[in-house]
C-alpha cells in the first residue's frame, strides 16, 4: 500500500517541498530501503524508526518497505524525515489516513520521543507561503514555529501521542501562543556598560553613531586604550530587533541548528567576534553543502573583527561583496547558495605594527616602511566602505576616576528612538537603517539646505572626499539629525559627521 | 638633461671643491647651471619627521628669502623630503644629492617628488654613475657633498645618533655656519639639536637669522599673532587651547565644556577655515 506525506528539504535556508513515499509490500523479504539521495543521517533514520515503533508498542511490520523522498534528484540532509516516514508507515499498515495539506518534520529517538530539530521556522514560513493549514514538529520547536501566523502548528512529543492523534483517540490542541521561552542568556559582553569605560567621550559618541544608524565603524589606537571594551560595550546599546529582521536572523540561526530547544524569535542582535585566524570560507560561509559564514551569522547584527589588520588578506578582500551588497552568493560543486549578510563592521587596529605610532609617552619603533607595509594590508576598498573612522587615544590617569558619563540606557534610549524613526521613514523603501540607503533614497530623504550644501561641498574640496565619501557623510548626518530629533539635517549635524570621515595615512 | 663633470671642469660649484675630499666627478640630472650653487642652504633632517618638525619647516620656510636661495637636502624620507616639497610649493630651486648611482631613484616612492625637482629647474646630484644601489657607507659620504655645497646648513629634527648630526659636523669642520631648530626636551628627535646648540649651532625660530647670515633682504617678519579676530570667543578659545598644545577632542571638549558632538561641528568649520589641522586624531594650530 502506498502512503504520501509531505515534507520539506532545507538548502541553507531555502525550502523545497518534498513528498515522502512509503510503500508496504504485500510480496518480499523483509527490508527497509530508503531511495532518493538520502545522506548517512536519513539512512540510519530506519533504525531509529524500527526501534521507535518497538519502544511504543507497535510491532514492527516484516515486510518488504520501500520509502522515497520525492524529487529524487536532490540531496537531502537533516534527520527530520523521521516523523514523515514513521508517519508513512504507520499509515500504511495500520490504514489510518494521513491529514491532508499538513507537513511533517522531526527527528525521533529510540524511545518514542520527539527531539528537537533545526529549521523549525523555515518549515512554517514554507507553510504559510505554500497555503498549508498544519504542521506537525518536535514540540519543542513549537515556540519558533508558532511565531508564524495563519497556520497550526501541533507539537508533538511523542510517536505514541502522534498516532493516537492520527486515530482520532485524542486531540493534540495547536500552540495558540508562545510560552515562556527560555531567558536568552546574557552574554557577558552585555555587562560592559558605557558608564564604566572612563573618558573616551569622542569614541562613545561615534559608537551611538554606528549604533544609530547601522554604520561601519574603525577605531583606531595604540595598545590598551580600549578599543576592544568599547567594540563590546556598543551591545549595551544596540537597538532590539524588529520582528521582521528577527525572523531574517533566527532563519539563519535555525539553519545551522543555534536556535535552542523551546526557544522562540531571537530578538537580541547578534554580535560575532571572530578570531583574526580565521578562513575564507569560515568568513563568509562554505564547506561541501555550503553553509552560513561570520558575515551571514552576523546578520542585522554585529561583525566585531579585532585586530583587523592581522586577518589575512583574503579574508578581508571576500568582505567587499557582503558589505556592498548585503548578501553573499556560495558556489560549490553541489549547487550555489545565497545568504543575506547585511551587518555593521566595527573593526579595531593599531596604527603601526609596534602600536605606538602617535602616542603621547611611549615611543614608535617602527621604520617608515614598515608603516607603509603594514597600512598597504587595509586595502582601499574595504577602508572606503567603513563610514566612521576614529582614532582612540590612552586615557590619562587623572581622567580615569572623573564624573562618569552617560549610561548605556540613556544612550540606547536615543539610539532606539532613532532607529524607530528610519523604520518608519523606510517603510515602503525596503531597508531598515540609515546606513543601508541607495542613493535614490538620499536624494529622496536628505534634503541639504544651500548653507549645508556649500559646507560638505567645501570640505570635500579641502579633505579631498571620494564621491562614496561625499555619501557616506550624507547618511552619517542624518543618523545624526534623527539621534538629535530633528526632522532636516542642519549644519550642525553635516559639520559633525564629517569630522568622522576616513583620513589618509 | 643629464651629464657629469670632473672637478676640472671650470663650472664644478666653488664651495665644494674647497673641502678636503670633494668629489672626482659629479654626474646630475636636470638643468645645470652654474649661479645654482651661489647661495645654498642645506636643510636636513630625521627620517622621522614628527609634526612639530614639519610645522617647524613651514613656519621657517615663509620667511626665508627663497628668490636668491637654493635649498640642498638628500632626499630621503622626512624632513629632506618635505624640505625639497617646501622648496617646490614656494618656487625654490632644490638640489637633491643622491647616496646612489645617477640612475636609481632612491627611496623608489618618492619618483613624483623626483621629477617635480627636475621639472621645477632643479638639479639631481651624485658622485657616483650608474645604477649602484645606496650602501651603508654612501650615506655619510653623500653627506660631505650637502655640506660642502652649502654655505649655511639648517638641522631641523635630529636624533642623538642620526646622520644629520654627521652632516651638522662636517659643515661645521667646512667652517660653515650651521643653524638648529631647537624642539621639546620630551621629543627624542630634539636632543641632536640640542647638542649642536650647545657647542657650535645656532638656534633659530624662523627664516630671518638665515636671511641675514646670507645677506639677502628680509621681505617680512613672521607674524606669530594671526588674525584672531574673526573668531568669536569660544572659537579663539579652542584655537589659542591647541597653539598651546595638541590636544584631543576629548581634552579639548573638557576645556571647552562643549558636548563632544558641539565641538565637532565647530572643529569642522575652524578646520575648513584653516585655524586647525587634524593628524593622527589630534589636533594642531595652523
Not at chain 1, 536568552?184 to 552585555?190: L, T
Not at chain 1, 557623510?473 to 564629517?498: G, Q
Not at chain 2, 573668531?231 to 589659542?240: A, H
Amino acid at each position: 500500500m502506498l502512503v504520501k506525506v509531505e515534507s520539506i528539504a532545507l538548502s541553507g535556508i531555502q525550502t523545497i517541498g518534498v513528498t515522502v513515499e512509503v510503500n508496504v509490500f504485500n510480496r518480499g523479504l523483509p527490508t527497509f530501503d530508503i531511495v532518493g539521495l538520502p545522506a548517512k543521517s536519513i539512512e540510519e533514520s530506519k533504525h531509529r524508526i524500527k526501534a521507535a515503533f518497538v519502544n511504543t508498542n507497535l510491532e514492527f511490520p516484516s515486510k518488504k518497505i520501500v520509502t522515497n523522498l520525492a524529487p529524487a534528484d536532490i540531496n537531502k540532509e537533516g534527520s527530520f524525515y523521521d516523523l514523515p516516514i514513521a508517519v508513512g508507515l504507520y499509515s500504511a499498515v495500520f490504514g489510518v489516513k494521513v491529514p491532508d495539506k499538513s507537513l511533517f518534520f522531526g527527528e525521533i529517538s529510540l524511545g518514542g520521543g520527539v527531539r528537537h530539530t533545526k529549521g523549525a521556522l523555515l518549515l512554517a514560513l514554507y507553510a504559510r507561503e505554500k497555503g498549508i493549514k498544519n504542521i506537525y514538529i518536535p514540540s519543542a520547536c513549537s515556540n519558533e514555529a508558532a511565531v508564524v501566523k495563519g497556520i497550526k502548528v501541533y507539537g508533538v512529543s511523542s510517536l505514541e501521542q502522534l498516532f493516537q492523534h492520527l486515530s482520532g483517540e485524542i486531540k493534540i490542541q495547536p500552540v495558540s501562543k508562545i510560552s515562556n521561552p527560555p531567558q536568552q542568556k546574557k552574554r557577558s559582553e552585555d555587562y560592559v556598560d558605557f558608564k564604566d569605560v572612563h573618558g573616551q567621550m569622542q569614541v562613545k559618541r561615534a559608537l551611538e553613531i554606528c549604533a544609530g544608524g547601522g554604520h561601519n565603524i574603525i577605531l583606531v589606537g595604540p595598545p590598551g586604550v580600549g578599543k576592544t571594551l568599547l567594540a563590546r560595550a556598543l551591545l549595551s546599546i544596540l537597538p532590539p530587533l524588529s520582528e521582521s529582521e528577527s525572523i531574517e536572523v533566527t532563519k539563519i540561526y535555525t539553519s545551522v541548528g543555534k536556535v535552542p530547544p523551546h526557544g522562540s524569535l531571537m530578538y537580541q542582535r547578534p554580535f560575532r567576534s571572530p578570531h583574526h585566524t580565521i578562513s575564507y570560507a569560515g568568513m563568509i560561509g562554505g564547506g561541501t553543502n555550503p553553509s552560513p559564514g561570520e558575515v551571514s551569522l552576523s546578520h542585522r547584527g554585529v561583525l566585531f573583527m579585532d585586530e583587523f589588520s592581522e586577518f589575512s588578506r583574503a579574508v578581508l578582500e571576500t568582505l567587499r561583496q557582503p558589505l556592498e551588497d548585503g548578501f553573499v552568493t556560495i558556489s560549490r560543486s553541489k549547487g550555489s547558495l545565497t545568504f543575506p549578510s547585511r551587518f555593521t563592521l566595527v573593526a579595531s587596529s593599531n596604527p603601526c605594527p609596534c602600536g605606538y605610532l602617535g602616542h603621547a609617552h611611549n615611543k614608535c619603533k617602527c621604520t617608515r616602511n614598515r608603516i607603509n607595509l603594514y597600512r598597504r594590508r587595509f586595502s582601499g576598498p574595504i577602508m572606503d566602505r567603513i563610514d566612521l573612522h576614529v582614532t582612540v587615544h590612552p586615557v590619562e590617569f587623572s581622567e580615569m576616576n572623573q564624573k562618569s558619563s552617560e549610561t548605556s540606557r540613556t544612550i540606547k534610549e536615543r539610539v532606539v528612538r532613532a532607529r524607530d524613526t528610519q523604520l518608519r521613514r523606510f517603510s515602503n523603501d525596503g531597508v531598515y537603517c540609515n546606513s543601508e540607503m541607495t542613493n535614490t533614497l538620499i536624494n529622496k530623504y536628505c534634503d541639504l539646505s544651500s548653507d549645508t550644501k556649500s559646507l560638505l561641498q567645501l570640505s570635500s574640496e579641502k579633505f579631498g572626499l571620494s564621491t562614496r565619501a561625499y555619501f557616506k557623510i550624507i547618511k552619517i548626518a542624518r543618523t545624526i539629525a534623527d539621534l538629535s530629533k530633528s526632522e532636516n539635517i542642519k549644519e550642525t549635524h553635516m559639520a559633525e559627521a564629517i569630522q568622522y570621515r576616513g583620513r589618509m595615512v | 638633461m643629464c651629464g657629469e663633470l670632473t672637478i676640472e671642469n671650470r663650472t664644478y660649484p666653488s664651495s665644494l671643491k674647497l673641502i678636503p675630499n670633494p668629489p672626482k666627478t659629479l654626474y646630475y640630472k636636470g638643468f645645470f647651471r652654474r649661479e645654482i650653487f651661489d647661495n645654498c642652504l642645506g636643510i636636513v633632517g630625521s627620517r622621522k619627521m614628527s609634526i612639530y618638525g614639519k610645522k617647524a619647516l613651514s613656519r621657517i620656510y615663509k620667511t626665508l628669502n627663497l628668490k636668491s636661495l637654493t635649498i640642498v637636502s638628500g632626499f630621503m624620507t622626512g624632513i629632506d623630503s618635505q624640505a625639497h616639497k617646501n622648496a617646490l610649493t614656494s618656487k625654490a630651486t632644490t638640489i637633491a644629492v643622491m647616496p646612489c648611482g645617477i640612475d636609481i631613484i632612491h627611496p623608489e616612492n618618492q619618483e613624483d617628488l623626483y621629477k617635480n625637482i627636475i621639472e621645477n629647474g632643479g638639479l639631481i646630484l651624485s658622485e657616483y654613475g650608474g645604477n649602484l644601489r645606496p650602501q651603508l657607507w654612501t650615506y655619510p659620504k653623500r653627506n660631505r657633498i650637502v655640506a660642502g655645497l652649502s654655505r649655511a646648513v639648517l638641522i631641523v629634527e635630529a636624533s642623538s645618533e642620526s646622520g644629520s648630526l654627521i652632516t651638522a659636523n662636517l659643515a661645521n669642520s667646512y667652517g660653515r655656519k650651521v643653524f638648529t631648530v631647537p624642539g621639546s626636551i620630551f621629543s627624542d628627535t630634539s636632543e641632536g639639536c640640542r647638542q649642536l646648540q650647545n657647542s657650535y649651532a645656532y638656534g633659530v625660530s624662523s627664516g630671518v637669522e638665515i636671511n641675514e647670515y646670507f645677506g639677502l633682504y628680509n621681505f617680512g617678519v613672521f607674524d606669530s599673532g594671526e588674525d584672531m579676530a574673526a573668531l568669536n570667543g569660544l572659537d579663539e578659545k579652542i584655537v589659542s587651547s591647541v597653539k598651546k598644545e595638541p590636544a584631543t577632542l576629548d581634552e579639548i571638549s573638557e576645556l571647552s565644556e562643549l558636548s563632544i558632538s558641539e565641538l565637532s561641528s565647530k572643529i569642522t568649520l575652524l578646520s575648513i577655515n584653516g585655524y586647525i589641522e587634524e593628524r593622527a586624531g589630534k589636533y594642531y594650530a595652523c
